[in-house]
């Protein structure tokens, strides 16, 4: 793998998001050229936050615009494109269904236009979803399980999908798609998410809220995991035309309730407080779960993190990274005329005041910070 990504040029959409992080972290240590096409500027992302940045080319676009595609992969000379750039929150999507579609549908089909002009791309991956299969009896799911999505968001991801096949069959284009599991890990700062929100609310301690009923099932897969099954599908498609337009699940092979993963992280975190089961959560599916015999057996990729590894990680993550956001916050506060600390303090939100559990490795059975930190 080394030989084959040093030097390349990758372009990733999505660089700013969890998966998009870490897989620019990665493709660096590996020597790749890395081009990221950014809409919004989100200086907490892994990608920004550090020194990472400084080794990435930054185009500031939007995945909708065919013309800066274009341009982007012809002047920066791309091999390989990663297209990770959607809008991934059920709730949104829900809310404002016309920004989900123009954003991963769209936004599917430019990409793959502009790839389709350029003489040398050479291998494409293309981030599909769990989601995109909708909802199925028999689980769990196969890549040969028909794709029916019918709220937005799992309409746009099946979209999505659909769209990378034809281009592949249809123009014999090095196009892989990959449906991943639910992803978690350091970085990911959409705290209505299960895994970032539950952490946070254990640090401040607070009670956990669950939005669902807590029952729901699904695979959930460490985003360090993911990265590797990403960039072992990239160097394939490049090689093995067997790989032009399949599609690949993306998992550990196994699945846990909501309820589960909440009592997980509280058990990791030393936290005896139970969690607020709201039951509002609505469009979405009960049991999402995937079969990974197809990707383990075409590839050598296998996952390394179980989940309670993987959340040790991404506990460890957040720690870190919340206390400098509290210790920042009070430094700010400290800079300020008396009377506007407390403004300050309701503009940064709760991380600002209140007790917090103050996380030590020893305290959590984790690894050290440093070694999940960029």
């Not at 709730?91 to 769209?106: D, L, M, Q, Y």
């Not at 892989?176 to 990911?188: E, F, K, P, Q």
């Not at 790989?243 to 309730?257: L, Q």
């Amino acid at each position: 793998m080394e030989r084959f990504w040093n030097g390349r040029v990758a372009l990733v959409t999505g660089g700013t998001g969890l998966l998009g992080g870490w897989l620019v972290k990665k493709l660096i240590e590996e020597g790749s050229d890395v081009v990221c096409l950014v809409r919004d500027w989100v200086p907490d992302s892994i990608m920004l936050a550090g020194e990472m940045g400084r080794f990435v080319r930054i185009v500031r676009g939007d995945i909708t615009d065919q013309s800066c595609l274009e341009r982007t992969i012809g002047e920066y000379e791309v091999r390989s494109v990663f297209h990770l750039a959607a809008q991934t929150i059920v709730g949104v999507a829900n809310r404002n269904p016309i920004s989900t579609f123009e954003s991963n549908i769209k936004g599917t089909w430019s990409v793959l236009e502009a790839c389709r002009r350029s003489p040398l791309v050479d291998s494409i991956v293309v981030a599909s979803s769990d989601k995109a299969y909708g909802d199925h009896d028999d689980l769990p799911y196969r890549e040969s399980t028909p794709l029916q999505g019918r709220h937005p968001y799992d309409v746009s991801k099946s979209c999505a999908d659909l769209i990378s096949q034809s281009y592949a069959h249809t123009y014999k284009m090095p196009i892989s798609i990959t449906r991943c599991a639910n992803l978690y890990g350091g970085g990911d700062l959409n705290w209505n998410r299960l895994i970032p929100g539950t952490i946070r609310s254990i640090y401040q301690n607070e009670a956990p809220i669950i939005r669902s009923d807590g029952k729901m099932r699904r695979s959930y897969m460490y985003v360090e995991d993911a990265v590797s099954a990403y960039m072992e599908i990239g160097e394939r498609v490049a090689h093995d035309e067997t790989f032009w337009g399949e599609s690949f699940n993306v998992s550990d092979g196994t699945f846990a309730d909501v309820l589960q993963v909440v009592q997980t992280i509280s058990h990791l975190m030393q936290s005896d407080m139970s969690p607020k089961i709201q039951n509002l959560a609505s469009n979405e599916i009960k049991d999402q779960f995937l079969d990974n015999t197809k990707i383990c057996s075409k590839t050598k990729w296998t996952h390394k993190y179980s989940l309670a590894d993987g959340l040790s990680e991404t506990i460890g993550w957040y720690a870190k990274h919340l206390s400098e956001r509290n210790c920042q916050s009070r430094a700010l506060v400290g800079t300020l005329p008396a009377e506007s600390h407390k403004n300050v303090v309701d503009s940064t939100g709760s991380l600002t005041h209140g007790t917090h559990r103050e996380l030590s490795p020893s305290q959590t059975g984790l690894v050290e910070f440093g070694s999940v930190s960029v």
